[in-house]
T-cell receptor
């Protein structure tokens, strides 16, 4: 499978705990995106990497959120001190930047904060 | 200015019908307009996309119509099938290097057998 891979697919955590999601982009895609999607809504942009550099962060990405992409390959999204409002699907996507703006999404990581 | 407005919120059609989903935008700097299909519990999958210099694009049973002057674009699904039942999202991209997408709120389509 050469698509965008995300892990874990589902995570249930208690409020206040930290969680980390991993994304493996399509091989050789230098651009990587994180989006958040809540029920009944479209995906909302969180942040974007070109290679290992984080070039843009949304206002939605509070201080409790941090994303990294060491070595420009896989990426992690960590949420510290989770709140119930963080419950959502976290989507990772990647692109080459030369594919006509097309970005390819993974299957998402569902987070439920109880 | 960054919003993409999508309608209707939900749509029910008979098999073989032609559902039409509409989107509107304000920011004329948007330069790429994709449509995504999403099944429950899955990530969005690209269906078809268009640039503003083209008024129509067809791929299989899916057609995008684009009206640059009205700042509107729509998705038509020809000969719809029960397997097309999903949520459809339009999006717009600013390009210019980031290529981040602004998504509409989605249309839940149900095709009756």
């Amino acid at each position: 499978d050469t698509g965008v891979s995300q892990d874990p697919r589902h995570k249930i955590t208690k409020r206040g705990q930290n969680v980390t999601f991993r994304c493996d982009p399509i091989s050789e895609h230098n651009r990587l995106y994180w989006y958040r999607q809540t029920l009944g809504q479209g995906p909302e942009f969180l942040t974007y990497f070109q290679n290992e550099a984080q070039l843009e962060k949304s206002r939605l990405l509070s201080d409790r959120f941090s994303a990294e992409r060491p070595k420009g390959s896989f990426s992690t999204l960590e949420i510290q001190r989770t709140e119930q409002g963080d419950s959502a699907m976290y989507l990772c996507a990647s692109s080459t930047g030369t594919s006509g703006n097309t970005i390819y999404f993974g299957e998402g990581s569902w987070l439920t904060v109880v | 200015q960054q919003q993409v407005k999508q309608s209707p919120q939900s749509l029910i059609v008979q098999k073989g019908g032609i559902p039409i989903i509409n989107c509107a935008y304000e920011n004329t700097a948007f330069d790429y307009f994709p449509w995504y299909q999403q099944f429950p519990g899955k990530g969005p999958a690209l269906l078809i996309a268009i640039r503003p210099d083209v008024s129509e694009k067809k791929e299989g049973r899916f057609t995008i119509s684009f009206n640059k002057s009205a700042k509107q674009f729509s998705l038509h699904i020809m000969d719809s099938q029960p397997g097309d039942s999903a949520t459809y999202f339009c999006a717009a991209s600013l390009g210019g290097g980031t290529y981040k997408y602004i998504f509409g709120t989605g249309t839940r389509l149900k095709v009756l057998a």
